[in-house]
């Protein structure tokens, strides 16, 4: 039977379907990246990104196209930042900001602390142009200790944010990697996790009544639709070359935990692309070797 279904789903969200007419308006199911080579004739530029213009599939078409390219996609002011993220894991006195995120209390790392984070991450992983509108991001810890289950969260625009939440008190079984425990692995985890679903807030248009729409593709599953998956998957897999550090997005948690709520069912294709059965920080060999630890088999995820 889920072959049939499989076989009957009208359109698969792959990257073979791209031509795809997705959405209402011409202009938001465009691809995102530069087509072409520069100065020839129908050279075009990167769209520039525009608050809820683009469709969320081109939104995860481009975040999975940056990532394959690792560390050579990078632009010169992402090495820079990029640097400063390698000095702030350098630092390994108690005091430094890394050490203390990994302590049992996150108030001892202070709000524009976790926000410096937070930008450094977005960076990295979401860059913007001079032209792109920008994604800014408030930050606040919460007391969470009565609901164990929720670790962090993302309050959209529209509901008081853009705010990233996270509990200051959460107490996690991962593994510990290099000089960060299982704790710091964990918010850092979070906090991209959550940059997630704020990029695909500000960025992913709201078109309805079309064959993929932002309900099927970002809402559902309590925002874990195909678009955050796809991300999430490309983000979890370039982390190690990029930081240094596997990270945990919790992805195949955030599927389970919404089992229930499923209204669109993904292809048996989609899932596959997912890779959710991933063991960490196996999957290629690194050259950066002052950058990257090799850390114990993972796989379990948040
Ligand atoms: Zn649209
Ligand atoms: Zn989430």
């Known amino acids: 039977m889920v072959i049939e279904l499989d076989q009957r789903r009208k359109s698969q969200r792959l990257a073979s379907q791209r031509s795809k007419q997705v959405c209402t308006s011409k202009t938001c199911e465009r691809e995102i990246a530069a087509a072409g080579i520069p100065g020839a004739p129908g050279y075009r530029e990167r769209a520039s990104l525009v608050r809820q213009g683009h469709h969320a599939l081109r939104l995860a078409d481009e975040i999975e196209r940056k990532m394959e390219l690792r560390k050579h996609g990078l632009s010169r002011g992402q090495k820079e930042i990029r640097d400063a993220w390698k000095d702030l894991c350098n630092d390994k006195s108690a005091k430094s900001l890394l050490q203390r995120l990994g302590g049992k209390n996150g108030i001892d790392v202070s709000k524009a602390e976790m926000k410096r984070l ?170 950066d070797e002052d950058m990257y630890i090799q850390c114990g088999g993972g796989g379990e995820d948040r």
Request: charged share 25%; glycine share 6%; net charge negative.
């Open 118 to 287: 937070i930008n450094i991450f977005t960076y990295i992983f979401f860059p913007t142009t001079s032209t792109d509108a920008k994604m800014e991001l408030d930050f606040a810890w919460q007391d969470w200790r009565q609901m164990p289950q929720e670790v962090g969260a993302y309050r959209e625009l529209d509901k008081g944010g853009p705010l990233i939440c996270m509990c200051a008190f959460n107490y996690v079984k991962g593994e510990s990697c290099g000089s960060l425990n299982e704790i710091a692995l964990d918010r850092l985890s979070t906090i991209l996790h959550e940059l997630i679903h704020a990029y695909l807030d500000f960025y992913a248009c709201r078109c309805v009544e079309v064959l993929d729409s932002f309900e099927e593709n970002v809402d559902q599953a309590q925002g874990h639709g195909r678009a955050w998956q796809r991300i999430a998957s490309a983000i979890e897999r370039a982390a190690p070359e990029l930081l240094g550090y596997p990270l945990s997005m919790g992805r195949f948690e955030s599927l389970t935990a919404a089992w229930k709520y499923f209204k669109h069912w993904p292809s048996r294709e989609e899932v596959e692309g997912w890779q959710l059965v991933y063991s960490r920080g196996k999957e290629e060999e690194d050259e």
